[in-house]
C-alpha cells in the first residue's frame, strides 16, 4: 500500500512539468546565480587591489627581482632613474607600487642588497596593495635565504631548531562572513527545492478537495503521511546534492582566495557535508507537511513556508549572539551551521556532536509526522473541504 501511495506521488508530480521544473530551478539555476555574483565580487576586489609594479635600481639583481614579480603575475616596469624622479610617476598612478633594490655595504665590506617598497597607503585600496607587494616581497626574500644556505652546504631542514606551525582557522573575519553567506545558500536548498511539491500535496489537495477522496480510503492514515513525506525527502535530499555539488564545482573555477577565502572543498568534505545535511532535509520535510497542512488554501501554505525558509538566514546571522550563551552543537540549523563551516575549512568535526544533531533531527521529524498524523483525523480538516 506504502508503494502505491508512493508512486501516486510520483506520478502527480511528473504529471505537472512546470512544477517540476520550478522545484528544482534552485538547484539547477541556482549555483549559476551564485557563480556570476561571486566572480562580480571577485572581479571588484581584484580591480581594487590590482598591482602594477614600478622598478628601480642599478644593481645587477633587479633583473632577478623583475622576473620572480613577473612569475606572480604581476604587471612590472623597469624605470632607469632614481627613486625620486619614479616617485613622481607614481603619484600619477594610484594603482602602482614602487619598489628599488639597492646593493649595501657593510662595514665588514659583506655586501646585502635592500628591498624598498613605496606606495601610497591614504585608501584602503593603497594600504592592501602595499600588503600584497610586502607579502609577495617577504616570500622572495625567504626563498633567497634558503637557497644562499643550499650554496654554502647547510639544509635549512637540518638545523637543530625547526619550527612547526598549528593553523587553528585560516579564515579571516571577511573570509567567515562569506563563508557564512555560502552556508545560507546551502542551508537554503532543502528549504526551497521541498516547498512547491510539500504545498501541493498538502494545502494544494485541501483547496482541490482530492484530500477527502485520499481519507475515505481504508489507508492507514500514517502510511498517507509517510508517503508523502519520503518523495518529498527524496526531492530535497537530491536537490541538495546537485546545488552542493555543482556550486562547489562552479566556485573550484573562481580564484576565491582573492577574497582571503581558503575554501576545503574535496570529494571528502562534500561526502561528509551530505551526510550531515540529510538529517536535516528530512526534518524540513516534516515541518514543512506540518505547516501546510494548517493552510486551507494554497496561497496560504505557501505564505507559511516562505516565512518558514528565512530560519537559515535568521540563524546564521545569529549564530555569534547564540552561541555566546549556549552550546548549540546539537541545535538544528545552528549545529549544522557550524559543522558546514569547520568542514569547508578544514578544521575537525566531533563525531559525537554529529551523531547527536543527526539524532535530534529524527526525533523531531517523527515528533512532527506524529502531529501531521493527528491533524489528518481533525474533523475541521474534513469540514473545510
Not at 136 to 154: D, M, S
Not at 237 to 257: A, E, K, N, Q, W
Amino acid at each position: 500500500m506504502l508503494a502505491a501511495l508512493i508512486t501516486k506521488e510520483l506520478r502527480e508530480l511528473w504529471r505537472d512539468k512546470r512544477s517540476l521544473l520550478a522545484t528544482f530551478a534552485y538547484a539547477l539555476f541556482g549555483p549559476l546565480v551564485l557563480f556570476i555574483v561571486i566572480k562580480g565580487v571577485i572581479s571588484l576586489v581584484v580591480e581594487d587591489t590590482e598591482l602594477n609594479v614600478i622598478l628601480v635600481g642599478e644593481t645587477e639583481q633587479v633583473q632577478y627581482v623583475q622576473q620572480y614579480l613577473q612569475y606572480r603575475q604581476l604587471d612590472v616596469e623597469y624605470f632607469d632613474s632614481n627613486v625620486e624622479q619614479a616617485l613622481a610617476t607614481l603619484e600619477s598612478d594610484n594603482a602602482a607600487v614602487l619598489i628599488s633594490v639597492d646593493t649595501l655595504t657593510t662595514a665588514s665590506g659583506t655586501e646585502h642588497y635592500q628591498l624598498s617598497v613605496y606606495a601610497d597607503t591614504s585608501t584602503t585600496s593603497g594600504n592592501k596593495r602595499m600588503q600584497k607587494a610586502a607579502s609577495i616581497l617577504n616570500a622572495f626574500v625567504n626563498n633567497e635565504k634558503q637557497t644562499n644556505l643550499l650554496q654554502f652546504g647547510l639544509d635549512p631542514k637540518q638545523s637543530k631548531w625547526q619550527l612547526q606551525t598549528f593553523t587553528i582557522s585560516e579564515q579571516s573575519a571577511s573570509a567567515r562572513r562569506f563563508l557564512d553567506s555560502l552556508l545560507i545558500f546551502l542551508l537554503l536548498s532543502p528549504f526551497i527545492i521541498t516547498l512547491n511539491y510539500i504545498n501541493d500535496a498538502t494545502a494544494g489537495e485541501r483547496e482541490r478537495g482530492s484530500l477527502m477522496p485520499l481519507l475515505s480510503q481504508p489507508v492507514p492514515r500514517s502510511q498517507i503521511v509517510i508517503g508523502k513525506w519520503l518523495v518529498g525527502s527524496a526531492l530535497g535530499i537530491v536537490g541538495m546534492i546537485v546545488t552542493m555539488y555543482l556550486s562547489f564545482s562552479m566556485l573550484g573555477r573562481l580564484p576565491v582566495y582573492e577574497l582571503d577565502l581558503v575554501l576545503h572543498d574535496g570529494l571528502p568534505q562534500l561526502v561528509n557535508a551530505t551526510l550531515i545535511m540529510i538529517p536535516l532535509a528530512l526534518l524540513v520535510c516534516s515541518v514543512q507537511m506540518l505547516l501546510a497542512l494548517t493552510a486551507k488554501t494554497y496561497k496560504e501554505g505557501q505564505s507559511y513556508l516562505t516565512m518558514f525558509s528565512f530560519m537559515p538566514m535568521l540563524i546564521v546571522f545569529l549564530s555569534d549572539s547564540i552561541n555566546q550563551h549556549i552550546d548549540s552543537a546539537w541545535l538544528p540549523l545552528l549545529g549544522h551551521q557550524q559543522m558546514l563551516q569547520n568542514i569547508f575549512s578544514n578544521q575537525s568535526v566531533n563525531s559525537f556532536d554529529v551523531a547527536g544533531l543527526g539524532v535530534i533531527c529524527l526525533l523531531l521529524t517523527f515528533a512532527c509526522l506524529m502531529l501531521v498524523r493527528h491533524q489528518l483525523f481533525q474533523e475541521s480538516l474534513v469540514q473545510s473541504q
